[in-house]
């Protein structure tokens, strides 16, 4: 099993990125699959979720409004657009796929695959 994250980088606030995670070696279109990310000295948080049957949408507060997820089974790919970019958006953002049902269970990070990460840096 493997997520592959790209499109991280150093941004100015207010800017966009737009990240991708490819899967590999599992169902990707059965699985509920999503972004998490940390801060320096902060715990792990949920960002965004795309649900894997309904296709229904989930944000953290914090980026509502500003990013987007979206995903192509066809092609094992979610991504996530990040639009009006703030210096509190940088972080380490992690792909995340779950195979289990509550919307509940994946923001609290239960999680089946996570992947390796994707350095976002916003300057102010």
Not at 16 to 45: H, I, V
Not at 46 to 71: C, E, H, L, M, P
Not at 84 to 113: H, N, W
Request: glycine share 10%; charged share 20%.
């Amino acid at each position: 099993v493997q997520l592959q994250a790209s499109g991280g980088g150093l941004v100015q606030a207010g800017e966009s990125l737009r990240l991708s995670c490819t899967a590999s070696g599992f169902d990707f279109s059965r699985y509920n699959m999503g972004w998490f990310r940390q801060a320096p000295g902060k715990e792990r948080e949920f960002v965004a979720s795309i649900r894997w049957n309904t296709g229904n949408r989930y944000y953290a507060d914090s980026v509502k409004g500003r990013f987007t997820i979206s995903r192509d089974n066809a092609k094992n790919t979610v991504t996530l657009q990040m639009n009006s970019l703030k210096p509190e958006d940088m972080a380490r953002y992690f792909c995340a796929a779950s195979s289990l049902s509550t919307q509940v269970a994946f923001e609290r990070g239960t999680i089946d695959y996570w992947g390796k990460g994707t350095q976002v840096t916003v300057s102010s």
